[in-house]
T-cell receptor, first 114, second 112 residues
Framework: AAGVIQSPRHLIKEKRETATLKCYPI?????VYWYQQGPGQDPQFLIS???????DKGSIPDRFSAQQFSDYHSELNMSSLELGDSALYFC?????????????FGSGTRLTVV | QKEVEQDPGPLSVPEGAIVSLNCTYS??????FMWYRQYSRKGPELLMY????GNKEDGRFTAQVDKSSKYISLFIRDSQPSDSATYLC????????????FGQGTELSVKP
């Protein structure tokens, strides 16, 4: 079965640079979630989209923005990168704007800021 | 204090042992409870979900929820070396968009 696809798998950026992470949800899924997981930390919710509209917002820095496109894929844009942004970024998808029964995560993008 | 607290471990058990993983939570509005397994540098993998107090069994795994005590557990029977991973509890609210609140994760090592 098709899973959540994230690209790139690894990304190395310098401080103050910009990064764009992409997420392709499971086919027919209309809801996307973004999480950030620092080393040895639990995943922290950043933002979610349902039917191309932002549905919830967590601890996402103002330097980050995201959107969901007409084909339901989503992009997380990160500007003025800081060393503390180095983390695993996961995307997940579900159907119907809810996650009551859990949802499927992608394999993540490992961002390293140097 | 975090909304969801999980025994951090690490936990090391011999193959075949019964493993008990536990989380407590403070917000009684949580209605749905999940357990995820995460291998190193991989995405979390959904193991089980439940929404009512009581036990739910799936193969070697049993999820237990006690809403009155705000306590959830995951039991793994006949543990295998392939079960070695970090286990994360997660929970969410009813029909509020699906944001998951995770525990800190318990690192489990099953020794052959």
């Amino acid at each position: 079965a098709a899973g959540v696809i994230q690209s790139p798998r690894h990304l190395i950026k310098e401080k103050r640079e910009t990064a764009t992470l992409k997420c392709y949800p499971i086919p027919r899924h209309d809801t996307v979630y973004w999480y950030q997981q620092g080393p040895g930390q639990d995943p922290q919710f950043l933002i979610s989209f349902y039917e191309k509209m932002q549905s919830d917002k967590g601890s996402i820095p103002d330097r980050f923005s995201a959107q969901q496109f007409s084909d339901y894929h989503s992009e997380l844009n990160m500007s003025s990168l800081e060393l503390g942004d180095s983390a695993l970024y996961f995307c997940a998808s579900s159907l119907g704007g809810q996650g009551n029964y859990g949802y499927t995560f992608g394999s993540g993008t490992r961002l390293t800021v140097v | 204090q975090k909304e969801v607290e999980q025994d951090p471990g690490p936990l090391s058990v011999p193959e075949g042992a019964i493993v008990s993983l536990n989380c407590t939570y403070s917000n009684s509005a949580f209605q749905y409870f999940m357990w995820y397994r995460q291998y190193s540098r991989k995405g979390p993998e959904l193991l089980m979900y439940t929404y009512s107090s009581g036990n739910k069994e799936d193969g070697r795994f049993t999820a237990q929820v006690d809403k009155s005590s705000k306590y959830i557990s995951l039991f793994i029977r006949d543990s295998q070396p392939s079960d070695s991973a970090t286990y994360l509890c997660a929970m969410t609210f009813y029909n509020q968009g699906g944001k998951l609140i995770f525990g800190q994760g318990t690192e489990l090592s099953v020794k052959p």
